[in-house]
């Protein structure tokens, strides 16, 4: 199943996780990249955080999607993170996420190149061996 992510979703995605962070303090904003990088630098206008290369004790670590924890499990251990995705694939734990999703479902976000769809769900299938 492929769902189509959109510029007002993910603009209402931002401000709900202003709100929650809104009176918290970091050290500045890690996004994942690639799939984190848009979301970060959104909540960094809007939280007035700093975006920083590296995570770093106290920061909020931002990416798109949980599906694995393969990415999101190497920053676990830092001291202070806040962790939030705009989708999670399981029931966080240790990570906010703004939505639920399937576990079969695609995303498309609207900053990706719609015409490679099915070559990017495929790749990322083939390399995660998801069959």
């Known amino acids: 199943m492929i769902s189509y992510f959109t510029w007002t979703e993910f603009d209402n995605s931002v401000e709900h996780i202003t709100n929650k962070c809104k009176f918290l303090d970091f050290s500045g904003i890690y996004g994942v990249p690639r799939g984190g990088l848009c979301l970060a630098v959104a909540l960094s206008h809007k939280l007035n955080i700093n975006l920083i290369s590296e995570p770093k004790k106290n920061s909020l670590i ?15 251990d830092i001291d202070g993170a ?12 240790w990570w906010n996420s703004v939505y639920l999703s399937e576990e ?14 099915q070559k990017d769900r495929k790749d990322y299938i083939n390399k995660r061996g998801l069959s």
């Open 104 to 117: 079969k479902e695609w995303i498309v976000f609207p900053w990706e190149n719609t015409l490679n769809i």
């Open 62 to 76: 931002v990416d798109d999607v949980y599906e694995t924890g393969i990415t999101l499990n190497n920053f676990k």
């Open 82 to 93: 806040t962790f939030f995705v705009l989708f999670s694939k399981i029931k966080p734990t």
